[in-house]
């Protein structure tokens, strides 16, 4: 079937090979007056003015009636898959409760680790079908989504397999990956290592299901440390995994320089992340994933994106969407955040939402911009 999307206001799109670096990140292609031929839900053509004739036979045509085009938006750090919410945990924070702390407590993840484990594969799958209803009502036709909130296998699994499920459901395209290693589960509070231990065990077994193609981390003090972390991650390298980590995202304990020395594909969150580290991200092929939802909802201070930007990082922007620190799936709020308080131009923000993550998540020869060739994600 052929589609030929006609009077487009605007197309844009980013045309780099990522990962889109520092002032590049602007640099962003326009064309006006502009239409789109998809075939086979691949871009066919892509051009400006009189829709060549080669093109019309057999197509049905729409009329954008002067709407703009971007990609379709990839957010690639996303918990999807979770039970329940915990609004009753808003006043804690108001009062001063520190994020850490109601974790420490058994609170946060914890609680909604409790959630999860009990949750039928049914009640998982109606909650997180909601969501990306409305991430898709957002534009984002891509989404990256974690487990960890069962940090047991069985949990872990069930949480991959209701994300395996919907991604096949789709239009969403979901990349899955397995954080086990999201919070210290209350029987190993007094031996993480032990964890740790069970952790790279398991993850032989998870890379033979297929469920996950990915590894993250939480690295942060109280949490796992860089020791236990590179544990972890050297052994889901080796198993064939992508490895990203949740990098200095309160204390700066290193988490950015350990994702560039280990080549992962993402740190994110780097609320934190000293200045001195900036140079070994830029140098590498790590994105700096930015979350600025969570700095909104945590009221803790943004990212230093323009410092980042001007240092020569690859940046993404995800919505960190969970239950705690980031409880939304709007993914237009994430954007504006993006610019409003991290201080990104909106050309930026486009590659920052579209071809640099689709490269954190492996996939940028096939979404991430309108290109001849690509999969035909795109939003009107
Ligand atoms: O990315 N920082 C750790 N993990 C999540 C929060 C998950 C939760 O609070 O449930 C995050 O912010
Ligand atoms: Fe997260």
């Given at each position: 079937?052929?589609?030929?999307?006609?009077?487009?206001?605007?197309?844009?799109?980013?045309?780099?090979?990522?990962?889109?670096?520092?002032?590049?990140?602007?640099?962003?292609?326009?064309?006006?007056?502009?239409?789109?031929?998809?075939?086979?839900?691949?871009?066919?053509?892509?051009?400006?003015?009189?829709?060549?004739e080669?093109?019309?036979?057999?197509?049905?045509?729409?009329?954008?009636?002067?709407?703009?085009?971007?990609?379709?938006f990839?957010?690639?750090?996303?918990?999807l898959?979770?039970a329940?919410?915990?609004?009753?945990?808003?006043?804690?924070?108001?009062?001063?409760v520190?994020?850490?702390?109601?974790?420490?407590?058994?609170?946060?993840?914890?609680?909604?680790?409790?959630?999860?484990?009990?949750?039928?594969?049914?009640?998982?799958?109606?909650?997180?079908?909601?969501?990306?209803?409305?991430?898709?009502?957002?534009?984002?036709?891509?989404?990256?989504?974690?487990?960890?909130?069962?940090?047991?296998?069985?949990?872990?699994?069930?949480?991959?397999?209701?994300?395996?499920?919907?991604?096949?459901?789709?239009?969403?395209?979901?990349?899955?990956?397995?954080?086990?290693?999201?919070?210290?589960?209350?029987?190993?509070?007094?031996?993480?290592?032990?964890?740790?231990?069970?952790?790279?065990?398991?993850?032989?077994?998870?890379?033979?299901?297929?469920?996950?193609?990915?590894?993250?981390v939480?690295?942060?003090?109280?949490?796992?440390?860089?020791?236990?972390?590179?544990?972890?991650?050297?052994?889901?390298?080796?198993?064939?995994?992508?490895?990203?980590?949740?990098?200095?995202?309160?204390?700066?304990?290193?988490?950015?320089?350990?994702a560039?020395?280990?080549?992962?594909?993402?740190?994110?969150?780097?609320?934190?992340?000293?200045?001195?580290?900036?140079?070994?991200?830029?140098?590498?092929?790590?994105?700096?994933?930015?979350?600025?939802?969570?700095?909104?909802?945590?009221?803790?201070?943004f990212?230093?994106?323009?410092?980042?930007?001007?240092?020569?990082?690859?940046?993404?922007?995800?919505?960190?969407?969970?239950?705690?620190?980031?409880?939304s799936?709007?993914?237009?709020?994430?954007?504006?955040?993006?610019?409003?308080?991290?201080?990104?131009?909106?050309?930026?923000?486009l590659?920052?939402?579209?071809?640099?993550?689709?490269?954190?998540?492996?996939?940028?020869?096939?979404?991430?911009s309108?290109?001849?060739?690509?999969?035909?994600?795109?939003?009107?």
């Amino acid at each position: 079937m052929k589609t030929i999307l006609v009077n487009i206001k605007t197309l844009y799109t980013s045309k780099q090979i990522p990962p889109v670096k520092g002032s590049s990140m602007k640099e962003i292609v326009s064309i006006d007056n502009a239409y789109l031929v998809v075939e086979n839900g691949l871009f066919q053509a892509i051009g400006s003015g009189v829709v060549p004739e080669k093109y019309l036979n057999d197509a049905v045509i729409v009329d954008a009636m002067q709407a703009c085009v971007v990609p379709g938006f990839v957010d690639s750090h996303t918990h999807l898959v979770h039970a329940s919410s915990r609004e009753h945990e808003f006043e804690q924070k108001l009062a001063g409760v520190p994020y850490l702390e109601i974790l420490a407590k058994g609170g946060g993840i914890l609680s909604t680790v409790e959630k999860t484990r009990k949750a039928s594969v049914d009640e998982l799958l109606h909650q997180a079908r909601k969501s990306l209803q409305h991430f898709l009502s957002y534009g984002v036709t891509t989404l990256e989504a974690k487990s960890g909130y069962g940090l047991d296998l069985e949990t872990e699994i069930k949480q991959l397999q209701v994300a395996k499920q919907l991604d096949k459901e789709g239009p969403i395209e979901i990349v899955s990956t397995y954080m086990g290693a999201h919070a210290i589960p209350p029987a190993y509070k007094q031996n993480v290592d032990a964890y740790v231990t069970q952790i790279i065990h398991d993850l032989d077994h998870i890379y033979a299901t297929g469920l996950a193609e990915m590894v993250d981390v939480f690295c942060e003090e109280g949490v796992f440390s860089i020791e236990q972390t590179t544990r972890i991650l050297t052994k889901a390298r080796s198993c064939g995994f992508g490895i990203r980590l949740h990098a200095d995202e309160i204390h700066p304990i290193g988490g950015g320089r350990l994702a560039s020395s280990m080549q992962a594909l993402s740190a994110d969150h780097l609320m934190a992340l000293p200045r001195s580290d900036y140079e070994a991200l830029a140098n590498s092929l790590t994105i700096a994933t930015l979350l600025p939802g969570t700095s909104f909802y945590l009221n803790k201070p943004f990212a230093k994106a323009r410092e980042m930007i001007s240092a020569n990082m690859a940046l993404a922007i995800a919505s960190d969407y969970n239950p705690g620190s980031s409880p939304s799936e709007n993914f237009a709020f994430t954007l504006q955040l993006a610019s409003n308080k991290l201080g990104l131009l909106p050309s930026e923000v486009l590659t920052a939402s579209t071809i640099n993550p689709a490269f954190s998540l492996r996939r940028h020869e096939k979404i991430g911009s309108i290109e001849v060739g690509k999969q035909a994600d795109f939003v009107l």
